[in-house]
Nanobody, 120 residues
Framework: QVQLVESGGGLVQPGGSLRLSCAVS????????MGWYRQAPGKERETVAT????????TYADSVKGRFTIARDNPKNTVYLQMNNLKPEDTAIYYC?????????????WGQGTQVTVSS
């Protein structure tokens, strides 16, 4: 059974840091490119960062470049998002899922996400 379980969100002041984790089960994790996505109230879901199956390639949204770092631990079936210098506009629910591509044209069922709120 496919399962994505995000954790690590919370309330943080501007300039603060959080580390999100996503435990993945039910897929061949080490063979699958993964991504972090976020959705703020009233906005479309956007891709925050992606990472290839063996961490050789990472991509970032322009809005988070230099502040966020995506990483993965294949033996633990876990993908991480280190978020530094957080800004109020980073407030959203954060989700992990596969990276869409020719061999994976559809997202897995979404997990519950983890809420990140950046506010003073």
């Amino acid at each position: 059974q496919v399962q994505l379980v995000e954790s690590g969100g919370g309330l943080v002041q501007p300039g603060g840091s959080l580390r999100l984790s996503c435990a993945v089960s039910g897929i061949s994790f080490s063979l699958t490119a993964m991504g972090w996505y976020r959705q703020a109230p009233g906005k479309e879901r956007e891709t925050v960062a992606t990472i290839s199956n063996f961490s050789k390639t990472t991509t970032y949204a322009d809005s988070v470049k230099g502040r966020f770092t995506i990483a993965r631990d294949n033996p633990k079936n876990t993908v991480y998002l280190q978020m530094n210098n957080l800004k109020p506009e980073d407030t959203a629910i954060y989700y992990c899922n596969i990276k869409i591509g020719p061999s994976r044209p559809q997202f897995l069922p979404w997990g519950q996400g983890t809420q990140v709120t950046v506010s003073s």
